[in-house]
């Protein structure tokens, strides 16, 4: 069974960088089968986009990432698949970027294709 | 402001049917039948309920349907049961912005 688990700090300070890590289990992120994004929700809001990223092809060594245009100049996707993780940093945090932060599966290998494994999210809180 | 727009609540009686709206644009909702539909419990990730308009993921209950026309979306939850009782959030693959969402709808079963 296919677990995603997203780690890091709970707190970071404005104007900051904000970095987390997923850790994929059950299954690999270096699959040519599959996208692997991050999706934040405000407090009391609806779900955001962050980004997704593809590390299927052997050609392209530290994958394509696709990116939120509203968040794309702050935003960093990248992979490490000698530990099957994807991660996710984002500079220059304000308050806006207080959410719970999730990794999640695209089922297939596009953007277009929905998210089909979720990990539970881990509360960021942007406050000095 | 979420890209695409849903009615912040619905409800209905158990045993009825309910639907909720999802409403976007020329460029995401009405220009793809990539519209997917996850469900939220509190405090849970999001569930994949219905995706490339009315395909459901094995597991879900065929109680949960999709449809589209035009720029919009609906879900249709028929036979409305307790534990249907979830936020419920439409996403549409968008040629400008790649995955865009809807704000969310929270549905109630009185």
């Known amino acids: 069974q296919l677990q995603l688990h997203e780690s890091g700090p709970g707190l970071v300070k404005p104007s900051e960088t904000l970095s987390l890590t997923c850790t994929v289990s059950?299954?690999?992120?270096?699959?040519?089968?599959?996208?692997w994004g991050w999706i934040r929700q405000p407090p009391g809001k609806g779900l955001e986009w962050i980004g997704s990223?593809?590390?299927?092809?052997?050609?392209?060594?530290?994958?394509?990432?696709f990116y939120n245009p509203s968040l794309k100049s702050r935003v960093t996707i990248s992979a490490d698949t000698s530990k099957n993780q994807f991660s996710l940093r984002l500079s220059s945090v304000t308050a806006a970027d207080t959410a719970v932060y999730h990794c999640?599966?695209?089922?297939?290998?596009?953007?277009?294709?929905?998210?089909?494994?979720w990990g539970q999210g881990t509360q960021v809180t942007v406050s000095s | 402001q979420s890209a695409l727009t849903q009615p912040p609540s619905a409800s209905g009686s158990p045993g009825q049917s309910v639907t909720i709206s999802c409403t976007g644009t020329?460029?995401?909702?009405?220009?793809?039948?990539?519209v997917s539909w996850y469900q939220q419990h509190p405090g849970k990730a999001p569930k994949l309920m219905i995706y490339?308009?009315?395909k459901r993921p094995s597991g879900v209950p065929d109680r949960f349907s999709g449809s589209k026309s035009g720029n919009t979306a609906s879900l249709t939850v028929s036979g409305l049961q307790a534990e249907d009782e979830a936020d419920y959030y439409c996403s549409s693959y968008s040629a400008n912005n790649f995955v865009v969402f809807g704000g969310g709808t929270k549905l109630t079963a009185l």
């Open positions: 490339e308009v009315n």
């Open positions: 999640a599966r695209h089922r297939c290998t596009s953007t277009n294709c929905p998210f089909d494994y």
């Open positions: 059950g299954g690999s992120i270096s699959s040519s089968d599959f996208y």
């Open positions: 990223i593809y590390y299927g092809d052997s050609t392209h060594h530290s994958g394509y990432a």
């Open positions: 020329s460029n995401d909702v009405g220009a793809y039948n990539y």
